[in-house]
Nanobody, 128 residues
């Protein structure tokens, strides 16, 4: 099991930027897949971005492509979510998640039940 701690959330105006960090208690390479999800009040948890930690391949939901970038720093056991051109609809609690097995089909990366370990979340609020 891995402990995940998110940080970097806050309140920004539309068009602004934030960088979220997810610090893992162990070596990130032990978890083949890590992802960022978000959940707004009254909405389902949504997969935002993911990274295969061994190959550094990245995946994004359509609504953040071109604006968000997921990256990893293996030396720091940390995964980042760089968020640019933020919009009010990006307002949500953002969660880091880790999967301890490779996906049989990577197209399933947005399925929250495929991740075993979760952080407590960090709030992102974007005002218009």
């Amino acid at each position: 099991q891995v402990q995940l701690v998110e940080s970097g959330g806050g309140s920004v105006q539309a068009g602004g930027s934030l960088r979220l960090s997810c610090s893992a208690s162990g070596d990130t390479y032990r978890w083949p897949f890590m992802a960022w999800f978000r959940q707004a009040p009254g909405k389902e948890r949504e997969g935002v971005a993911a990274i295969s930690t061994g190959r550094s391949r990245t995946y994004y939901c359509d609504s953040v492509k071109g604006r968000f970038t997921i990256s990893q720093d293996n030396a720091k056991n940390t995964v980042y979510l760089h968020m640019n051109s933020l919009k009010p609809e990006d307002t949500a609690m953002y969660y880091c998640a880790a999967r301890n097995l490779p996906w049989l089909s990577v197209s399933n990366w947005q399925k929250a039940d495929g991740y075993r370990d979760w952080g407590q979340g960090t709030q992102v609020t974007v005002s218009s």
